[in-house]
């Protein structure tokens, strides 16, 4: 009769329970089950989560996919992706140059095929990070299928056709350790790429996750943090040989602070720079002002995410992080709110963590997940310029519980911070 011990990993990391043949006590049809359930949930309620979308035949409306596509083909056609728009939506391409290239391939997929493929992608992704944040099992399925279906964020990037989810991913296997998938490799830990590779090409593809520098910088990895900046150059540079004015135009625009989409007091856009000029109108020194609280925020997001990296909570302190990216941008719609995924199932798996930062930061993903403001106030044609105080106070609060939790965790961490831990990050995703 075979007998069940417990496995270990080389960190002496209980990693489960295992037959004494060697054979997983889960069989391969329960954890196809489990990676099924949150994948086919994100497939079924895709066509009815944007308008004219059809069950069947499956086809749902990804707008922001199509954008995607058209980009690869105005990039084929020699076009400008700095001032294209799509033909039906009219919605233009807002990433830097690097991401049009990687459009291309989009071209040359059926439309179909590659919206089931997209999805899927963003179901395993999504799982991904779960899994990294400490779930296991069907806990980590039914948790996964939650966040997909309820989770505003997460349910409109996914049928918008989004990368948030891709680009979150990306981040937490660079920079969160979790369990090693492949033998080691070399002599740095076993890693296929340097810690921060993943990270830099993140933020070559979307600005936005550059902020994580100045994290690393707080903790003292330089290393890692130049890599994040050698990575995002060498693309950004390579990107720049093949469209050298696109590269230019772009940078140009984005100093300028043109977005090329919505106004920064449109509802969505749930940034400090959003919250400013909803409260105080939209004119000159409100846009300054906005920005510049942005980017205290971010900054001291930053500092508050360092704070718990150096007690030792690498999964927290990425969540932080990647709050604070979402307050210091000129422009964070609702869907681009993904990073409460890590931070909720951290809060909830976090049993150590301090009551007050756990509570507080259940409040703010629940406020988010719902994205109550969304149906309560109305919206579009520069009406929220003429909003109540009342109105007003509900379209910012989205934010403001975002500093809340920033402030707590920042109160929280500094009780007990341990000196930065310096050594490399050898047991991250990627190895």
């Not at 921060?196 to 902020?211: D, E, M, N, Q, Y």
């Not at 720079?273 to 109108?281: E, I, N």
């Not at 990216?325 to 976090?350: F, I, M």
């Amino acid at each position: 009769m075979a007998t069940s011990t417990n496995s270990t990993d080389s960190r002496g990391e209980t990693t489960g329970t295992v037959e004494a043949t060697g054979t997983p006590r889960a069989g391969i049809a329960g954890v196809v089950a489990r990676v099924a359930l949150p994948i086919v949930a994100l497939l079924a309620m895709l066509p009815f989560a944007q308008s004219y979308g059809e069950f069947w035949p499956w086809q749902p409306n990804t707008v922001d996919l199509d954008v995607y596509i058209y980009t690869g083909h105005v990039v084929l056609g020699g076009g400008d992706i700095l001032t294209a728009r799509t033909p039906d939506t009219a919605l233009a391409f807002i990433y830097p140059p690097v991401a049009a290239l990687l459009s291309v391939p989009l071209v040359f997929v059926p439309q179909t095929l590659l919206q089931l493929v997209w999805t899927v992608l963003n179901g395993l992704a999504l799982l991904f990070v779960l899994h990294r944040a400490g779930l296991r099992g069907w806990r980590l399925s039914l948790l996964a299928t939650a966040f997909a279906l309820v989770v505003e964020p997460v349910r409109a990037t996914v049928s918008f056709g989004q990368i948030n989810v891709f680009l979150m991913a990306l981040v937490v296997a660079d920079l969160v350790p979790g369990r090693r998938w492949l033998p080691r490799l070399g002599r740095a830990g076993g890693r296929l790429l340097p810690t921060g590779v993943l990270t830099g090409v993140s933020a070559a593809i979307k600005v936005t996750p550059a902020l994580f520098v100045v994290m690393l910088l707080f903790v003292r990895r330089w290393k890692e943090a130049r890599t994040v900046v050698v990575t995002a150059a060498v693309i950004t540079v390579a990107t720049a040989v093949v469209m050298p004015r696109e590269t230019i135009g772009f940078a140009k625009l984005l100093l300028s602070g043109d977005t090329r989409t919505g106004p920064a007091h449109f509802l969505m856009n749930q940034s400090m720079l959003g919250v400013v000029v909803r409260l105080f109108g939209y004119g000159g020194w409100q846009h300054y002002a906005g920005l510049a609280l942005g980017a205290a925020a971010g900054i001291a997001g930053a500092y508050v995410a360092s704070v718990w990296w150096r007690r030792g909570e690498p999964m927290l302190a990425v969540s932080l992080c990647g709050l604070a990216t979402l307050l210091a941008s000129p422009l964070s719609w609702t869907h681009h709110y993904v990073w409460v995924v890590p931070l909720g199932a951290t809060v909830l798996v976090g049993s150590h963590l301090p009551r007050s930062l756990r509570w507080t930061g259940a409040v703010f993903v629940v406020w988010v997940a719902a994205a109550i403001f969304k149906y309560v106030l109305p919206w579009g044609g520069d009406v929220e310029l003429s909003y109540a105080p009342w109105q007003q106070l509900l379209s910012v609060l989205g934010p403001v519980l975002g500093l809340a939790v920033l402030a707590v965790a920042y109160a929280t961490g500094r009780q007990v911070t341990r000196e930065p831990d310096r050594r490399p990050l050898a047991d991250a995703a990627v190895k």
